[in-house]
């Protein structure tokens, strides 16, 4: 595997889980793979922190249901986009 993409699905397992499924119950931990491979990918296309921040926005309130659509990012979404660029940054 990629390594920027197993940081990827270890960051959002870990640090977003925006529906709290990552709370030590027999939960299967790929349950963001996909997210973390559409942000594998906006990575490597150079997108900006901004894009991801609005990504993460959208899949939390309108793929996954945890919000509303328009709500504004959380910290937890605006912290894991930072460390997304990190991501890209120490990849480089």
Same mark, same amino acid.
């Given at each position: $595997?990629r390594?920027?993409?197993?940081k990827?699905?270890?960051?959002?397992?870990e640090?977003?889980?925006p529906?709290?499924?990552?709370?030590?119950?027999?939960?299967?931990?790929?349950?963001?793979?996909s997210?973390?491979?559409?942000?594998?990918? $906006?990575l490597?296309?150079?997108?900006?922190?901004?894009?991801?921040?609005?990504?993460?926005?959208?899949?939390?309130?309108?793929?996954?249901? $945890?919000?509303e659509?328009?709500?504004?990012a959380?910290?937890?979404?605006?912290t894991?986009?930072?460390?997304v660029?990190?991501?890209?940054?120490?990849?480089?």
């Amino acid at each position: $595997m990629r390594p920027e993409l197993k940081k990827l699905k270890v960051l959002l397992w870990e640090e977003w889980d925006p529906i709290g499924v990552n709370d030590g119950t027999d939960w299967p931990s790929d349950e963001y793979d996909s997210y973390a491979e559409q942000l594998y990918w $906006m990575l490597k296309n150079n997108a900006a922190r901004d894009e991801i921040l609005q990504y993460l926005v959208r899949v939390r309130t309108e793929y996954i249901g $945890m919000g509303e659509r328009g709500d504004p990012a959380t910290d937890a979404d605006a912290t894991v986009a930072d460390k997304v660029v990190q991501i890209r940054e120490d990849a480089e």
